[in-house]
């Protein structure tokens, strides 16, 4: 049997151009064409032509580049670097440029404003491609590491124990020093000694400084490598991160809004995921749904007032398990009497309220109709009778129990993990995203604005066709823009037809 075999040797024609080495339908296309069709001065990405000094590489190119790269879980700016010199399609989106790493990160690090903003004009694309309806929207969050230690997470009680442990130290140096003074003689010099008491001494003052800045921010714990990040707790245990959310639409999945949050768990961010997401489409929507984990009735008050309907359940309600006889939600409420009745026919009249989050406790007057139920021991064991609580949102709460018991929210509800999840485990397991790259609050924010841009042009992609998708986006780039690629491209084939392409390749090259 013949075998095929390569040779480095053999000579061959190569095509004259970098533009002949990508196909038409190539996906990279799809990326070259998004960012030509942004509008750079709302991303606030300023182009400065006649700056003075070395050229800098033209910001189409690099957000290009980290767009691109992002996409197939290429984040570190020295991969990119390296991706721009030996993969071809990195080549040919940036024209042949090799931007080192350090400028392709310091262009990522001043321009996260930039990056969010790229987001929502993709978003307004979606709304005008009707790919995004607006009407359904599915809130999830998923914790994700910082660029920082939890072992540099510090708390009151950590600098306390670090404090007593550093004293000891310094105490043993200095008897220790006491010690060699009093035989000098052939003994090894003081300066090794001395400098680990500095260093004791120069660790002693860092944790000082770390207790005041402690105090000062009311925080409980503090990061020194990263000060905005926390203390997250998650399935791989715990570590300094993030609590990443998004906002998620459920005509074709895309997403509407990406952000992250200083926070180990939901509690408090439905309300303001939602009005960022509504901000982002310039409309409100209609539905807004999330897991148990959002589940704070004072949160979802604040959507509710909008007229947005609420698909949130309780926790107790998505713990799946059964309702006691005896529990709480089977006393029925007169709301004209304002009283409680229970399953027995007995009466729970209010008597008074309670400063845990301004509840009001119904009580049976006479104790003794209690202890001589049938059910007492069951229903409660207090000798001074059955009470019940009525939390001040508790009409609220019955609201979206009544909600969510519907057959078509309980529809609606399923296919949120159909819809939010797909998100995290395309981020997490296809392109890698164990941890952001970027350090501070606002890095890790532009970064999952740059991801959830990322997963909306491959889903693009998929929803349009790679060449569908490029016709869309070429009749939105600017006039500007289109003039000049198109007179570059006239210019060119003149000087193939003269011969002259070695000209064109140095000049296109920028050498």
Same mark, same amino acid.
């Given at each position: 049997?013949?075998?095929?075999?390569?040779?480095?040797?053999?000579?061959?024609?190569?095509?004259?151009?970098?533009?002949?080495?990508?196909?038409?339908?190539?996906?990279?296309?799809?990326?070259?064409?998004?960012?030509?069709?942004?509008?750079?001065?709302?991303?606030?990405?300023?182009?400065?032509?006649?700056?003075?000094?070395?050229?800098?590489?033209?910001?189409?190119?690099?957000?290009?580049?980290?767009?691109?790269?992002?996409?197939?879980?290429?984040?570190?700016?020295?991969?990119?670097?390296?991706?721009?010199?030996?993969?071809?399609?990195?080549?040919?989106?940036?024209?042949?440029?090799?931007?080192?790493?350090?400028?392709?990160?310091?262009?990522?690090?001043?321009?996260?404003?930039?990056?969010?903003?790229?987001?929502?004009?993709?978003?307004?694309?979606?709304?005008?491609?009707?790919?995004?309806?607006?009407?359904?929207?599915?809130?999830?969050?998923?914790?994700? &590491?910082?660029? *920082?230690? !939890? $072992?540099?997470?510090?708390?009151?009680? +950590?600098? %306390?124990?670090? /404090?007593?442990?550093?004293?000891? &130290?310094?105490? *043993?140096? !200095? $008897?220790?020093?006491?010690?060699?003074? +009093?035989? %000098?003689?052939? /003994?090894?010099?003081?300066?090794?000694?001395?400098?680990?008491?500095?260093?004791?001494?120069?660790?002693?003052?860092?944790?000082?400084?770390?207790?005041?800045?402690?105090?000062?921010?009311?925080?409980?714990?503090?990061?020194?490598?990263?000060?905005?990040?926390?203390?997250?707790?998650?399935?791989?245990?715990?570590?300094?991160?993030?609590?990443?959310?998004?906002?998620?639409?459920?005509?074709?999945?895309?997403?509407?809004?990406?952000?992250?949050?200083?926070?180990?768990?939901?509690?408090?961010?439905?309300?303001?995921?939602?009005?960022?997401?509504?901000?982002?489409?310039?409309?409100?929507?209609?539905?807004?749904?999330?897991?148990?984990?959002?589940?704070?009735?004072?949160?979802?008050?604040?959507?509710?007032?909008?007229?947005?309907?609420?698909?949130?359940?309780?926790?107790?309600?998505?713990?799946?398990?059964?309702?006691?006889?005896?529990?709480?939600?089977?006393?029925?409420?007169?709301?004209?009497?304002?009283?409680?009745?229970?399953?027995?026919?007995?009466?729970?009249?209010?008597?008074?309220?309670?400063?845990?989050?301004?509840?009001?406790?119904?009580?049976?007057?006479?104790?003794?109709?209690?202890?001589?139920?049938?059910?007492?021991?069951?229903?409660?064991?207090?000798?001074?009778?059955?009470?019940?609580?009525?939390?001040?949102?508790?009409?609220?709460?019955?609201?979206?129990?009544?909600?969510?018991?519907?057959?078509?929210?309980?529809?609606?509800?399923?296919?949120?993990?159909?819809?939010?999840?797909?998100?995290?485990?395309?981020?997490?397991?296809?392109?890698?995203?164990?941890?952001?790259?970027?350090?501070?609050?606002?890095?890790?924010?532009?970064?999952?604005?740059?991801?959830?841009?990322?997963?909306?042009?491959?889903?693009?992609?998929?929803?349009?066709?790679?060449?569908?998708?490029?016709?869309?986006?070429?009749?939105?780039?600017?006039?500007?823009?289109?003039?000049?690629?198109?007179?570059?491209?006239?210019?060119?084939?003149?000087?193939?037809?003269?011969?002259?392409?070695?000209?064109?390749?140095?000049?296109?090259?920028?050498?």
């Amino acid at each position: 049997m013949a075998i095929r075999q390569g040779n480095r040797e053999q000579m061959q024609f190569l095509p004259p151009s970098i533009e002949e080495y990508v196909p038409p339908d190539a996906p990279v296309r799809v990326y070259d064409a998004f960012v030509e069709a942004l509008d750079l001065s709302k991303l606030d990405i300023k182009i400065e032509l006649q700056k003075e000094g070395n050229p800098c590489y033209d910001p189409k190119a690099m957000l290009k580049l980290l767009i691109y790269g992002y996409s197939y879980g290429v984040r570190s700016s020295r991969k990119l670097e390296r991706e721009v010199y030996n993969n071809l399609s990195f080549i040919w989106l940036m024209g042949g440029l090799k931007p080192d790493h350090k400028t392709i990160a310091e262009f990522r690090r001043k321009n996260k404003e930039g990056l969010k903003k790229a987001l929502r004009q993709c978003v307004r694309l979606c709304l005008k491609l009707d790919l995004i309806a607006g009407n359904i929207l599915f809130v999830d969050g998923s914790k994700i &590491r910082a660029n *920082a230690s !939890i $072992k540099n997470t510090w708390t009151k009680e +950590k600098c %306390e124990k670090a /404090l007593v442990k550093i004293d000891k &130290r310094i105490e *043993a140096i !200095i $008897k220790e020093s006491e010690a060699i003074d +009093k035989e %000098e003689e052939g /003994l090894p010099s003081l300066v090794m000694v001395n400098q680990e008491l500095s260093d004791a001494q120069a660790m002693k003052e860092r944790v000082k400084e770390v207790m005041v800045e402690l105090q000062e921010s009311g925080e409980k714990t503090l990061n020194t490598v990263d000060k905005e990040c926390t203390r997250v707790n998650g399935v791989h245990g715990t570590h300094a991160g993030y609590n990443a959310q998004v906002v998620v639409d459920d005509k074709n999945g895309l997403i509407v809004s990406g952000d992250a949050v200083a926070a180990n768990n939901d509690l408090g961010q439905f309300a303001s995921q939602v009005e960022k997401a509504n901000g982002e489409m310039g409309k409100q929507c209609q539905v807004a749904v999330a897991d148990s984990g959002y589940a704070w009735t004072d949160d979802l008050a604040k959507v509710d007032k909008q007229g947005i309907q609420v698909i949130v359940p309780r926790q107790r309600a998505a713990s799946g398990k059964a309702v006691g006889e005896f529990d709480k939600r089977n006393f029925r409420y007169d709301a004209n009497k304002n009283c409680y009745i229970c399953p027995e026919g007995e009466i729970l009249r209010y008597s008074g309220v309670t400063r845990k989050r301004n509840g009001r406790i119904y009580e049976i007057r006479d104790r003794k109709i209690c202890l001589n139920c049938q059910a007492y021991g069951e229903c409660t064991t207090a000798k001074t009778g059955r009470k019940v609580m009525r939390l001040a949102e508790e009409a609220l709460r019955e609201k979206l129990d009544k909600q969510l018991s519907l057959s078509e929210n309980q529809t609606i509800y399923k296919r949120r993990q159909q819809k939010a999840e797909l998100v995290y485990g395309h981020i997490k397991r296809n392109l890698g995203v164990s941890s952001f790259l970027m350090r501070g609050l606002e890095g890790a924010r532009a970064e999952m604005s740059l991801l959830s841009l990322c997963f909306n042009l491959r889903r693009m992609m998929t929803s349009l066709g790679t060449t569908g998708l490029i016709q869309e986006l070429k009749r939105r780039i600017p006039l500007k823009a289109s003039l000049f690629y198109g007179s570059l491209s006239r210019v060119y084939l003149l000087m193939r037809f003269f011969n002259i392409d070695n000209v064109y390749l140095k000049f296109y090259r920028g050498s």
